[in-house]
């Protein structure tokens, strides 16, 4: 029997590899997307119109389906999606849920999106349902947005000061919940995924130079001057607060951790930081390896 997999969020940075990954296995695969007609799904994939928020086409696209990946929280205003995906897969009969968690997940300390983490994974452990929580650490592909600034040769603002973490290779990410979506002796497991090393935003940086052979410099922002960049980037006040507690939290070390979990579901180390740049050198102007 083929069993269909669901993948909400299965055009972000997780879900469309998640997507891409169960493709190529030859699973079969529904991604919930907001846009199908723009989704640039990998062949073989069915499309599903919906959102995690809306939660009649939540619903609608569960239906059949065995397993689902759970992706619900973007933001503060995501606090109860993880617990409406939760209720509609248990209504229609799904088995296994794996949610896409974060490191520090339900610790006040690492703001609005943390502690809404937290609630959802609540809501998976108390669901009845077979389930796994992924815990990533920062990605790596974090420093995607500092493209702009690399390519234009100004330095990158940083909010974080010299706060380590164990930056994660968001590929990585996607094969453990593969594993978790298809394979046995997951269930009941919370997985704290990291690279192998901790990593200041000047590691990154000096890491990235390295990779393009030109200097990366960062410019540190002070609390202030982050809540300003927020809130003209459209942020609400609330929200920027929020993350003003996260990026606090991060700066004084609480995301300082490094497990061997994606060793462990993998049977590989995990790949490093500059492995990821390397990969994607193009996207700071780099050219190809």
């Not at 490093?272 to 996207?283: G, N």
């Amino acid at each position: 029997m083929v069993l269909m997999i669901l993948v909400t969020g299965a055009t972000g940075t997780i879900g469309s590899e998640v997507v891409r990954r169960l493709v190529a296995r030859g699973e079969k695969v529904r991604a919930l997307t907001r846009d199908p007609g723009r989704a640039q799904l990998p062949p073989g994939a069915e499309a599903a119109r919906g959102h995690h928020r809306d939660l009649a086409s939540v619903a609608s696209a569960m239906a059949g389906a065995d397993t689902a990946f759970l992706v619900g929280v973007f933001g503060p205003e995501d606090a109860d999606s993880d617990r409406g995906m939760v209720a509609a897969a248990r209504a229609a009969g799904v088995r296994r849920v794996v949610k896409l968690s974060a490191i520090s997940a339900g610790d006040p300390r690492t703001g609005l999106g943390g502690i809404a983490h937290g609630h959802g994974e609540e809501a998976v452990r108390e669901s009845g349902l077979e389930w796994v929580i992924l815990r990533p650490s920062a990605f790596a592909s974090n420093t995607s947005g500092w493209a702009e600034a690399v390519r234009s040769g100004t330095p990158v603002p940083n909010m974080l000061g010299e706060g380590r973490q164990g930056v994660v290779d968001p590929r990585d990410v996607a094969e453990v919940a593969v594993a978790a979506l298809v394979g046995p002796g997951h269930e009941g497991r919370t997985y704290t995924l990291t690279g192998p090393e901790t990593l200041s935003p000047q590691d990154q940086a000096a890491a990235l130079s390295e990779v393009l052979g030109r200097r990366v410099e960062l410019r540190g922002l002070t609390p202030p001057e982050t809540r300003e960049l927020l809130v003209a980037s459209g942020w609400s006040e609330e929200s920027a607060e929020g993350m003003l507690r996260s990026v606090r939290f991060v700066a004084e070390g609480g995301n300082a951790v490094v497990t061997g979990e994606v060793e462990e579901v993998l049977g590989r180390p995990a790949r490093t930081y500059r492995e990821w740049a390397e990969d994607h050198r193009e996207v700071f102007g780099g050219g190809g390896s």
